[in-house]
């Protein structure tokens, strides 16, 4: 279906204009409810007045020590604003402060750092964020924030979250070739990083995400980040660091497969590169987590290879995670890549022997179905470009083994040229979904089939999201990765970009920079 006009439910626009007072101490008694309920001209504190300093801050932020001419560990300053609510809704709120913070809504508390502070700088809207419900109508927004050692400062804003995408009759907002799902709803979830997102559902409900944290195709010097969404899939909340790389900063951490052990125990193997995305490849580093994704155990493997997808847990205990490798004619020509599954009998800790799947095959996803077979999807070697109008891929080889992985047949084609990276999910009845990376001229994005006969034959595709972007050099999207939750909702995560930042006309209209998105879809869509 063709979306020739959305409407996008953005929220509201984030207040620019302030009311700041101060400077305090932090062990003045913090302001009554009552007082927080208002915008006030002058304030009271500790039998001392403060006029109110009229403040805008198009960017967000606001700079106290500059206001109140510098700034020592421990001041404090309020600052107020008014919001206008045109219908009943939810605002998602970001922040972040240097360095404790804390919130009120019309007088009523809804989010503090007291505790622990801002935890991470640079101070940015992605530092913490939570969500508010708002009724239609105005409404105050009260902060107090105390200064942290080394500057006083507070930012704030609405993050980009793709509320809803709706089909509408009236000629606004036209987004001409773009496709969403009737139906589902669309989430800019994490900003300006994202890619190669994997989703695991973990046993308490929470959906735990694995994306690379900067704003390339692998070429900045980044590692692999969790973050955790605990409301299905609708917001997301920075979790921790995975990989590491500390010892050698001009290193690139990418390229992981993610899953649970026996233990229950997040277990992630992550690849990388040298600056840049150069050879050789970094041995791979083995990530081991027993919280939830808090915080990590890592240690290096001696092999080179390349995880990706889901590590698979098997029936005796074993773990398997799909890779591909190199074969290559010295250190720096790649001749072919090859895929495989490589196990651990340890839960993650050591890896060691590994089954081929398929020669001229790299990025494979691996299922274990109900039955017991497991199905590989993997992308093949490009046969023909088209004169460089298509990526990389040559479609997705489907293989089954009925051997825990040790033997595979031969594979059956499932996708076409240029529809590659894809993901396998098994739903709850029996149906197995294929999710693709879609970069076709004129579809970039992410396109969706289903199984009802364990893969022997496959639905039409259906586009879930996608826009008429026609060069790959310039539009990066695609890698999707879904979970099914309790209620059968689907929650797809993939990721949207440019690839260099004065390309971003080239990517999607309502956000031209790189993010993770997640649709909210069901199954009885397709």
């Known amino acids: ?24 101490d932090k062990s003045d008694p913090v302001l009554d409810a009552d007082v927080l309920n208002t915008i006030p001209k002058e304030l009271r504190v500790a039998r001392r007045a403060f006029q109110g300093i009229k403040v805008e801050c198009a960017d967000g932020r606001i700079d106290f020590a500059k206001l109140f001419g510098g700034h020592k560990e421990g001041m404090t300053a309020y600052a107020f604003a008014e919001v206008v609510a045109r219908e009943d809704m939810e605002l998602f709120v970001g922040a972040g402060a240097d360095w404790w913070m804390q919130w009120w809504l019309d007088g009523k508390p809804i989010y503090d750092t007291l505790e622990t502070g801002n935890e991470e700088s640079p101070y940015s809207v992605q530092n913490h964020e939570f969500k508010i419900a708002l009724a239609k109508g105005r409404h105050v927004l009260a902060v107090r924030v105390i200064s942290g050692s080394s500057s006083f400062q507070l930012v704030s804003g609405v993050p980009d979250k793709l509320r809803a995408a709706k089909i509408i009759t009236q000629d606004e907002n ?69 990989s590491d790389h500390s010892d050698k900063p001009g290193h690139v951490r990418m390229n992981h497969s993610v899953g649970l052990n026996a233990r229950n125990e997040l277990i992630a193997l992550v690849s990388g590169y040298n600056e840049g995305r150069k050879p050789p490849l970094l041995p791979v580093q083995v990530c081991i987590s027993d919280d939830g994704g808090c915080t990590w155990r890592r240690h290096a493997l001696a092999d080179d290879f390349v995880p990706y997808g889901n590590i698979v847990l098997l029936p005796d205990g074993r773990l398997a995670s799909p890779f591909y490798h190199w074969r290559v004619k010295d250190r720096n020509e790649v001749l072919h890549e090859d895929s495989g599954v490589i196990i651990s009998g340890d839960n993650g800790r050591a890896w060691g022997e590994s089954y081929g799947i398929a020669e001229r095959t790299s990025e494979v996803h691996v299922l274990r179905c109900r039955d017991g077979k497991l199905l590989a999807a993997a992308r093949t070697d490009c046969v023909d470009s088209m004169d460089n109008m298509l990526p990389h891929g040559n479609g997705i080889l489907l293989f089954a083994s009925h051997d825990e992985g040790r033997t595979w047949g031969a594979g059956k084609r499932v996708s076409p040229p240029g529809q590659d990276n894809a993901h396998l999910l098994e739903l709850r009845d029996g149906r197995l979904l294929l999710s693709l990376t879609s970069r076709i001229p004129g579809l970039f994005g992410v396109v969706l089939r ?63 920079r790189y993010h993770m998105g997640v649709a909210r879809w069901s199954s009885s869509q397709i």
């Open 174 to 242: 036209p987004l001409p070739g773009c496709q969403l799902m009737p139906g589902a709803e669309f989430y800019v979830a994490v900003d300006s990083k994202g890619l190669w997102p994997n989703l695991t559902l973990m046993s308490n409900g929470d959906i735990v995400a694995m994306i690379y944290n900067h704003p390339s195709h692998g070429f900045g010097c980044g590692d692999i980040e969790a973050w955790v969404s605990r409301d299905n899939g609708r917001s997301w909340n920075f979790l921790s660091v995975v």
């Open 450 to 512: 289903m199984s009802a006969d364990g893969g022997a034959t496959w639905s039409v595709p259906r586009v879930l999201i996608s826009m008429p972007a026609k060069n790959w050099q310039k539009t990066d999207c695609g890698y999707p990765s879904s979970v099914q939750l309790p209620d059968d909702t689907i929650v797809t995560a993939y990721y949207f970009g440019p690839r260099l930042p004065k390309w971003r006309v080239h990517t999607l209209p309502w956000h031209q």
């Open 1 to 24: 279906m063709n979306v020739s006009n959305v409407q996008i439910l953005a929220g509201l626009a984030w207040p620019s204009a302030w009311s700041v007072f101060g400077p305090m």
